[in-house]
T-cell receptor, first 111, second 116 residues
Framework: AQSVSQHNHHVILSEAASLELGCNYS??????LFWYVQYPGQHLQLLLK??????LVKGIKGFEAEFIKSKFSFNLRKPSVQWSDTAEYFC?????????FGTGTRLLVSP | EAGVVQSPRYKIIEKKQPVAFWCNPI?????LYWYRQNLGQGPELLIR????????DSQLPKDRFSAERLKGVDSTLKIQPAELGDSAVYLC??????????????FGPGTRLTVL
């Protein structure tokens, strides 16, 4: 069965700082990888996804993630965060159909 | 397009009472999911439907939880009787059929259940 680890539970950054959120997964087969975001008071929405091909994936709002197969990682990055990026971020993986989420990382961006 | 609709948004009940949650998926989405999200955790799948068939209910506690999707559209999730540990946010998601595991899931706002 697949599993996902997000090691940073809480991250606090100032505006314009760079962001990297860690995500490691375990699964023996071909994986599909996702980052979802939940802004305060809103529902989960997709930031970006990786299925195959270029391991550097670009998503909405300037986010990107890099799939490193040898490290079983899919870290999320943004070069310069904004106050509006304050949210909870979830990494998720599917093996066959079943989407498994990490525990999430709460990001607080101070103005 | 309209998103996934869930009701109620909040529910407070006493333990041992029954409770039901309703979900209306995005039009045209054959796949429907129910998740439970405990505080400080990511969502965990309870059940997945393909049309009206429950194709994965391995994580559904069947002694007290039940779900149905009779006409392959709306779905209800029921807990009877509720226990204190059932306090959580119950999320519904829907998606189109696609290559295994590649279909994006669209989430509703969730129902926050508090069991006293």
């Amino acid at each position: 069965a697949q599993s996902v680890s997000q090691h940073n539970h809480h991250v606090i950054l100032s505006e314009a700082a760079s962001l990297e959120l860690g995500c490691n997964y375990s699964y023996g087969g071909t994986v599909n990888l996702f980052w979802y975001v939940q802004y305060p008071g809103q529902h989960l929405q997709l930031l970006l996804k990786y299925f195959s091909g270029d391991p550097l994936v670009k998503g909405i709002k300037g986010f990107e993630a890099e799939f490193i197969k040898s490290k079983f990682s899919f870290n999320l990055r943004k070069p310069s965060v904004q106050w509006s990026d304050t949210a909870e971020y979830f990494c998720a993986v599917t093996g066959f159909q079943k989407l498994v989420f990490g525990t999430g990382t709460r990001l607080l961006v101070s103005p | 397009e309209a998103g996934v609709v869930q009701s109620p948004r909040y529910k407070i009940i006493e333990k041992k009472q029954p409770v039901a949650f309703w979900c209306n998926p995005i039009s045209g989405h054959n796949t429907l999911y129910w998740y439970r999200q405990n505080l400080g955790q990511g969502p965990e799948l309870l059940i997945r439907y393909e049309n009206e068939e429950a194709v994965d209910d391995s994580q559904l506690p069947k002694d007290r939880f039940s779900a149905e999707r009779l006409k392959g559209v709306d779905s209800t999730l029921k807990i009877q009787p509720a226990e204190l540990g059932d306090s959580a946010v119950y999320l519904c998601a829907s998606g189109r059929p696609g290559l295994a595991g590649r279909n994006e899931q669209f989430f509703g706002p969730g129902t926050r259940l508090t069991v006293l």
